[in-house]
């Protein structure tokens, strides 16, 4: 989450700790004209719309971690489908009471006009526009993104927001992060070699090469001497150019969907994506103490089979669809206390608890040892 | 459109003519009466094929008369069969449980698993439901707004209004489908769209009983200034001298269309609706997904998406081939039936 410091200061705001602060805090964000272009334009709260699949990157949801429940949106995590592990036991969120305060939570903010009118039915261009504006003035108070640098050339007037507790009495042990786990590390974008391949040797030495420390390089960043200066053997510093969108000339490169190693030995400088991600995750240093990371988050490395993704898959796309529209309808219009019975045995009629069997039982045998 | 074309070539393919088929037809029995009409009506018999004699030789003297018939729709067959027929080999995926490594011919064999899977599933009603009424919906409204819109050109009279009038209805048809949602979605924007400014603070994509009417009105806008080229072409042949023997008996501007123009372009009609009519449940994948929003999920899951949710997004090939092999084969009873009716109701099918 990232909120604008410079409106903040301007209003002589402190950074929000709680909900309630922080919607006072979006309230004035939303009264007070904090950009001074004399237009109520500002967006309190940028928030991304739903997506009809599953919970996707950068959804509002990262605040169930304020209730203890530790999400892990990017990445293949079980966690687009509302799973989740809390001390060691899977439990399925879109069923649980901290849901339901986020639910109701998101409501009261779209009811006071802090979140657009028509979040839901935003699309993403629209969300990106209030995100960047025009590049002088800025309209977005809070975001869900990845780093400062979603905002471009309005970065300097962000920053990260850390974890809120929901209530005032919240214990801080029980505020946590999105925790999503590094997939690029044991799954994608890496290189299999068939046993059948004739030629193996030559192939070995293209792999070999690949890995290299020079090559890997010019994968993730661009091409030496182009996009990236090395001034020894192990310095390279990045061209500005690679971090602008705005560029008719980008660096080339295939950023993380690399096949390569970069070796610690390696120093990069003006890694400007590095830095700002690094940056923001520095916020979350005490949310993530309280986050264990194989009793709190399901491992990225947990997999059912074969058979039993199939049947996990198929009660998903009924329970999500389920779920997601009431949801929508929930943030929108209100009434979560009246259906939320209903809506319950409804979902465990579709397979959500099966589904939690299931992930429980792959759980368990995963982290066993 | 495309649905329709291959709807067309399909039976073309299987009736073994080329798309041309009217003209082919005819020539065939002139050709005949031609030679001999006496022994036609005795045997009716086609004088080609003589009583007598080995399939071969009845073949034989069949190609030797007819060589450039079949020459002229050679290339239509050798496409169709070659991107129709020979594809669907793999339907059998639909029966099979794929196995990635084994190629689409070799997982074992599961029989109807995945169509029973289906139709058990919790949301074969709700996708079923939505599927039919965006489909008919657009079917019959975009069948009937470009007959209208046909008869209201031809009774421009000045040609450059009406090429005026022509180019600005059909431009529309030449837009992407991801610009056409996109315009939807700016047009309705709450408080800056063209429309969304009058309609309140949400916008009414998020409304799921409007998201059929908003579907079918924009397919309409989109489509019935192109579909009605093909009327307004029938409406050219009319005759010149039934307007003039109608306007002495004293026919208006308004019975001019009932009785002259209408009849004239029924035939045609009954076409098209026949071939629109296989394609009653494939309402298009790129549209439905681009306009689907979390607010009217419950009303715009339909065939197309749910096989790309579940044959995509969570890699399941064999239960989302089955359930486009359903999808066709539902298609397949509704071209049958519509032909069926259209044939006892004005004699005009395509099979």
């Keep these: 989450m990232f909120i604008n410091k410079t409106w903040l200061d301007k209003l002589g705001l402190k950074m929000p700790t709680t909900w309630d602060e922080l919607t006072k805090v979006l309230t004035a964000f939303k009264t007070q004209d904090p950009n001074g272009n004399g237009k109520a334009d500002e967006v309190p709260f940028n928030m991304r719309r739903i997506d009809t699949t599953g919970f996707s990157l950068w959804n509002p949801f990262v605040l169930l971690n304020s209730l203890g429940i530790t999400t892990s949106f990017a990445g293949t995590s079980p966690s687009f489908q509302g799973i989740y592990v809390k001390d060691g036991k899977v439990g399925n969120f879109l069923e649980s009471d901290e849901y339901k305060s986020v639910v109701k939570y998101l409501h009261s903010l779209m009811e006071q006009g802090l979140i657009p009118a028509d979040a839901l039915t935003r699309e993403d261009s629209a969300i990106t526009a209030d995100t960047v504006s025009d590049g002088k003035t800025a309209k977005s108070g809070m975001i869900v993104g990845w780093a400062t640098t979603d905002f471009e050339k309005l970065q300097d007037q962000y920053v990260a927001l850390p974890s809120l507790k929901a209530t005032a009495s919240t214990p801080d042990s029980e505020v946590t992060w999105d925790a999503s786990q590094d997939l690029t590390e044991l799954s994608n974008h890496a290189i299999a070699v068939s046993k059948n391949a004739p030629n193996k040797e030559a192939v070995y030495k293209v792999v070999n090469a690949l890995y290299s420390e020079k090559v890997s390089i010019q994968q993730y960043y661009g091409d030496i001497p182009e996009d990236v200066t090395s001034s020894d053997n192990s310095t390279y510093t990045v061209n500005d150019r690679c971090f602008d969108s705005s560029t008719k000339d980008p660096c080339k490169a295939t950023a993380d969907r690399f096949a390569g190693w970069i070796p610690d030995s390696a120093t990069i400088k003006n890694d400007k994506a590095s830095e700002a991600l690094r940056e923001a995750d520095s916020a979350y240093t005490k949310a993530f103490a309280n986050v264990d990371e194989t009793k709190d988050v399901m491992p990225i490395y947990v997999r059912p089979d074969v058979d039993d993704q199939t049947t996990i898959t198929n009660n998903n796309t009924a329970v999500l669809n389920y779920a997601l529209t009431k949801t929508a309808t929930w943030i929108q219009k209100g009434g979560v206390d009246a259906d939320w019975d209903a809506y319950v045995k409804k979902l465990d009629s579709v397979g959500l608890t099966q589904n939690v069997k299931l992930w429980q039982k792959y759980y368990d045998e995963y982290t066993k040892n | 459109m495309t649905q329709s074309a291959t709807v067309a070539s399909v039976a073309a393919g299987q009736t073994q003519v080329n798309p041309g088929m009217q003209d082919a037809t005819q020539i065939v029995p002139v050709a005949a009466a031609a030679t001999s009409s006496k022994r036609r009506k005795r045997r009716e018999r086609h004088p080609a094929m003589p009583k007598h004699g080995s399939l071969l030789t009845r073949l034989g003297e069949h190609f030797k008369r007819y060589w450039q018939l079949w020459l002229m729709v050679t290339p239509a ?46 949301m074969f009603g709700n996708i079923m439901k939505n599927t039919i009424s965006i489909s008919l919906w657009t079917m019959v409204m975009g069948f009937i707004a470009p007959i209208i819109l046909a008869l209201l050109i031809n009774q421009i009279g000045s040609t450059k209004v009406k090429g005026f009038v022509q180019t600005i209805t059909y431009m529309p048809h030449f837009i992407s489908t991801v610009v056409i949602v996109a315009m939807i979605n700016i047009f309705l924007t709450p408080g800056t769209g063209l429309l969304g400014r009058f309609l309140g603070d949400t916008s009414l994509l998020g409304n799921p009983n409007l998201f059929t009417p908003i579907y079918w009105v924009t397919e309409v806008w989109q489509h019935v200034g192109w579909n009605s080229i093909i009327y307004l072409a029938a409406l050219s042949s009319v005759d010149t001298a039934l307007y003039e023997a109608a306007k002495v008996d004293g026919a208006r501007r308004f ?85 069926a009716i259209s044939k006892r109701v004005s004699e005009t099918s395509i099979f």
């Design chain 2, 77 to 122: 067959i050798c496409f169709i069969g070659l991107f129709a027929y020979v594809p669907m080999y793999g339907v059998q995926l639909a029966f099979r449980d794929f196995v990635p490594s084994k190629g689409l011919t070799g997982g074992p064999w599961v029989g109807l698993k995945y169509f029973r899977q289906f139709l058990e599933s919790p």
């Design chain 2, 255 to 339: 019975q001019l269309i009932r009785y002259v123009d209408f009849p004239t372009i029924l035939p045609t009609c009954g076409i098209l609706l026949i071939l629109n009519m296989g394609s009653v449940l494939n309402v298009g994948f790129e549209k439905v997904f681009l306009m689907q929003n979390a607010l009217n999920l419950s009303s715009s899951e339909v065939i197309s998406t749910y096989t790309y949710k579940i044959g995509i997004v969570s890699n399941q090939f064999s239960y989302s081939t089955a359930i486009g092999l359903f999808n066709t084969l539902i298609n397949f009873v509704f071209l049958v039936i519509a032909n």
